[in-house]
Every structure is written in C-alpha cells, then in structure tokens.
C-alpha cells in the first residue's frame, strides 16, 4: 500500500504503516541510514541535487532516508502536503516562524506558549529585529483583530497550553488569521496527531516536539514542521517564497514545489544554514515510539481523566486543572477539537500552597521527579521553581502557571498504582 492510499485509512493504521513502505525483498522495519554522505555518478547528477531537481540527498544535514520516512509518516498522521524534521522542538517553532519573519516584521503569538517557546520568542526573536507580540488567547476575536499590523506574519498558538492545559479556539484563532491573510501556526505537541489534527480546522501549519509523546518513551528530541499546503503566499507579504532567492541560485519557491513551497524554502536556507538536523538513530527511535501512539494516547487520556475525577474529590487538594473535566472552563472546546480524549497532562495544587507543592515532589515513590511530558512513565514537576523559574511573576501568570502548581505527567502504569503513590504522598504531608 502506498502512502497515497494510506492518507484516507483511520489514524489508528496510519500511525502503523504510513512513512517507510518496504518493496519487494526490503527490510520490514524502517532502517536507519547512518551516513552524512551519497555516493553520485557524475558531476551533473550531483548538479542536479544541488539545484533541487531531484530528491536524493546529497548531505545528511539537508536530507537523509531514514528522516524522509518519518517525515512522510508525520505529515501523512497530520493531512499536510509535506513535512521537515529536526533536532528538537525549539528548533522546530524557532524554523516555522523564521521561515516567514525577518528584522522587522511582527508575529502575534499566544500568551499561554510553553515557558521554552516564550523565551525564543521574547528574547532570541527580538534579538533577530522579529518583535513578537503576545495575546490573551480567551480575548474577542474582535480584541485580537485589532492587534493585527501590516507587518504581522503569522499567527502562533498550543493547541493545549503547557502548563497551563487551555484547550485552543483553533476556529477563532483560524479567522484571526485570515483577517491578518497570515498563516496560523498550531504547536500540536500535546494532543499528537492522534487527538486533534489543526490543519483540518484551519490551521496552515503543524508543529511539534517529537521528545515528547511521538517519541514517547523519553529516548529521543525531535522536533517536526508540517506545513497543510493551504496558504497562499502570493499575496506581497512572503517574497523571500515568491521571488528569486539569492541565497539558492534565484529559486522561486513557490514555482517550483508548488504547495509545498514552505517546507522546501526551509530546508534549502533555514536547515541548511543552522544545521538543527535530527539524527537518524533520533528518526528511528521516534518512528518506533509513534507505531504505538494511539494506544498511548488513549491509555495517557484514560489515566489522565481518572486521576484528575481523583484529585477533584480529595480532600488535600485545593484545585485540579484538566480540560477533560466537566467543570473545566476548557470542557466545552475540549469536546469540540479534542473528542478522542485530553491528553496526559493534568495540574493541580495541594492544599498548603508552594511549601507543600514541594513536600508532595519529595514523598512520590512509583511517580518520579523528572524534566518531561509526554512519556509513558508517570512523572510529576513543581513548574514554578523549575521549568519556568525564569519568567517573572507577572508572566507566570499570563502563562498560567500558579506558584503553586504541580505538573503530573500521567503515564499508562495501571491507574490503580498511580493513585496510590499519589494518595501516599499526600498523606505523607498532611
Ligand atoms: C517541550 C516542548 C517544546 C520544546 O521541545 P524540545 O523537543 O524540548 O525542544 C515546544 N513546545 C511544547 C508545547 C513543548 O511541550
């Protein structure tokens, strides 16, 4: 079966088969091609690569086999025209926004961005001359027109915040979008390809840190670019797609590769030139981790419902935070993009505020103390001192990060066992 055919079968398959297909006398399991290099006959052969003409790499830092597998598998899980690996998720949204902003230009991003995302935003961007902007996700869709300017060139959002687990109005952001004739950015790390596909709501392009759960086993960073194939850039805002590129002998993207003009601007300059490749072992490890992702998925979902219904009625914890629950403000979008389930990621702060937010990390046994979402492993982090100590208060806040706050990463251990550790460490710090 092709990959083609593939596209129209249920996730569920495609997370399976869809990437590498084996012909006749291949290897079953996707290989891993360890080699920088490609052997080429002639001069002209190696020209031709060099010119874009053909597909075969010619340099593992712009292409290698076993990444355009996992490419492929990626953009066939997501519905986009094409797909671009890298090294980590930061390279990841660094490539989707730099690719369309240079010195000058203005993005409006969501204030709710992973604490990682806020700081290459607040502070590398603006170092490049790009000015992000950030926004209150919940305001008016009027609201957040008027923050639109001629120089604006994307729109950037989570699908679900981290850490803060709001569950993003991808229709409103999507016409926010339009009325700027901008593409939308969705950061799809938390939901994976299995729970909410953006593109097919509006959004143009896709984005995700691989690390967490496509890999899902913790082994591996990674990061993807999927682009829908849906924008039109010919619109006077994107020349560097639609006229000549010095930087690539005069190529006009647009001309040559069609919708999926994006992706192949980025791996010709951004990818070339900074050299966040991913590693092919990284591409293998990850392919492996996604065969599995809608079991995981649903199991990550179904744990994480049962522990936050838990903690709800617990009488040591003040407030409990998952959009899968019924009195979650998120509910409502939550059923609407997220039906399948809301992911494994649930927040809630213990009764006895920061002090004892700590005390409750120090008595986990089974739940461990790690930098990580989106693996199978059960985990927990106290955010306010850790993975975003280095925002201020007042940004803490915009993010949705209480000092407070813990962070359970809810693996796919028996839910029983889970509760149980999380039941003992509370009572440890009565
Ligand atoms: C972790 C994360 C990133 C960054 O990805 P890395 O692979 O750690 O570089 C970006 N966005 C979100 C939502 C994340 O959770």
């Not at 010119?51 to 712009?62: E, H, I, Q, V």
């Amino acid at each position: 079966m092709t990959n083609d055919e593939l596209r129209q079968l249920a996730s569920d398959t495609r997370c399976v088969q869809a990437g590498y297909i084996p012909g006749n006398h291949d290897p079953r399991i996707m290989p891993i091609i360890q080699s920088t290099t490609y052997k080429f006959d002639t001069a002209e052969d190696l020209g031709d690569a060099f010119d874009l003409k053909t597909d075969s790499p010619m340099y593992t830092r712009l292409g290698n086999p076993s990444l355009s597998w996992v490419e492929e598998k990626v953009a066939v899980l997501e519905g986009g025209v094409a797909a671009l690996s890298t090294s980590s998720g930061q390279a990841a949204n660094f490539f989707a926004v730099a690719n369309i902003a240079k010195a000058g230009d203005h993005v409006l991003a969501m204030s709710n961005l992973y604490g990682g995302t806020h700081t290459l935003f607040a502070s590398q961007l603006k170092k490049f001359g790009i000015e992000v902007e950030f926004v209150d996700p919940k305001r008016s869709l009027e609201e957040l027109t008027s923050h639109l300017r001629p120089e604006t060139r994307c729109v950037f959002s989570e699908m679900i915040g981290n850490p803060a687990l709001d569950v993003l109005d991808l229709e409103k952001v999507a016409a926010l979008a339009k009325a700027g004739d901008v593409p939308l950015i969705v950061d799809n790390t938390f939901p994976s390809p299995v729970l909410c596909n953006p593109l097919k709501w509006g959004a143009n392009i896709v984005t995700h840190s691989a690390t967490k759960y496509l890999d899902g086993h913790a082994t591996s960073l990674g990061g993807f670019i999927v682009d829908g194939g849906t924008f039109n850039w010919n619109n006077g805002k994107y020349p560097e797609l639609t006229e000549p590129d010095p930087d690539y002998h005069g190529i006009v993207y647009t001309d040559q590769f069609g919708p999926a003009a994006y992706v192949a601007k980025m791996r010709a300059g951004l990818l070339r030139d900074f050299g966040s490749t991913m590693s092919p072992f990284n591409a293998f490890l990850i392919n492996v981790g996604i065969e599995t992702l809608h079991l995981r998925m649903q199991r990550h979902s179904e744990n994480a419902l049962a522990i936050a219904e838990h903690l709800a009625k617990h009488p040591d914890v003040a407030w409990v935070n998952y959009p899968g629950l019924k009195d979650s403000p998120n509910y409502d979008l939550a059923q609407k993009y997220l039906p399948k389930g809301q992911s494994g990621v649930v927040s809630f702060g213990p009764k006895g505020g920061v002090e004892r937010a700590r005390q409750v990390i120090n008595h986990i046994k089974l739940i461990t103390l790690v930098t990580h979402v989106g693996d199978l492993h059960s985990h927990m982090i106290h955010p306010a001192s850790t993975t975003h100590r280095q925002l201020s208060d007042e940004d803490l806040r915009k993010g949705g990060v209480s000092p407070d706050m813990i962070r359970f990463n809810v693996g796919i251990e028996a839910i029983e066992d889970i509760i149980a550790d999380v039941d003992q460490a509370l009572a440890a710090t009565r």
